[in-house]
């Protein structure tokens, strides 16, 4: 797993699960001083491992209660990647991602009301190069944001 010891997987884990803890937390939980943790957190950075820190945010909080996942197939004249940059204008567009199989591309879209989710499927289907859109509503969620690297690693 590129080359990460016990440690970086265990500062992984610590992190994800709540990236605002101090390295003296981490280093309490992972059995290192705050001084290496922060060492391997800048490591783990500089190597790419470590992409950045956000918030998680609470879309139905912000008035976003519909989530959706919109598969998104090309007229095959046009690539994906040209596609692409087009869906990061639309705000409403959480993630995109280049799939294979019977869809080109993924989108998790996030609205206020279902009247909010056609209208942007209707603009998504204006896009030069996109030939239909098939759309799924999830009802719940069971879980999000899973930690990549697990406990028992």
């Known amino acids: 797993m590129n080359n990460l010891d016990q440690f970086d997987k265990a500062i992984l884990l610590e992190l994800q699960r709540d990236s605002r803890q101090t390295y003296a937390e981490i ?3 992972v059995g ?3 001084a290496s943790v922060h060492s391997r957190v800048k490591t783990l950075e500089k190597r790419g491992i470590i992409k950045g820190f956000s918030a998680r945010v609470d879309a139905r909080a912000l008035g976003l209660p519909v989530l959706a996942f ?5 007229d095959g004249s046009t690539s994906c990647f040209l596609i692409a940059p087009t869906f990061k204008q639309f705000s409403e567009i959480e993630e995109c991602y280049s799939v294979a199989g019977d869809t080109d591309i993924m ?3 996030r609205t ?3 009247e909010a989710l056609e209208e942007l499927l209707y603009r998504v289907k204006q896009i030069p190069g996109v030939s239909r859109t098939n759309t799924v509503v999830t009802l719940s969620t069971a879980f999000e944001h899973q930690p990549l690297i697990p406990s028992d690693q």
């Open 27 to 29: 280093g309490s939980s």
């Open 32 to 34: 290192l001083s705050a």
């Open 70 to 74: 919109v598969s998104v197939r090309t």
């Open 107 to 109: 989108l998790k879209v």
């Open 112 to 114: 206020s009301t279902p």
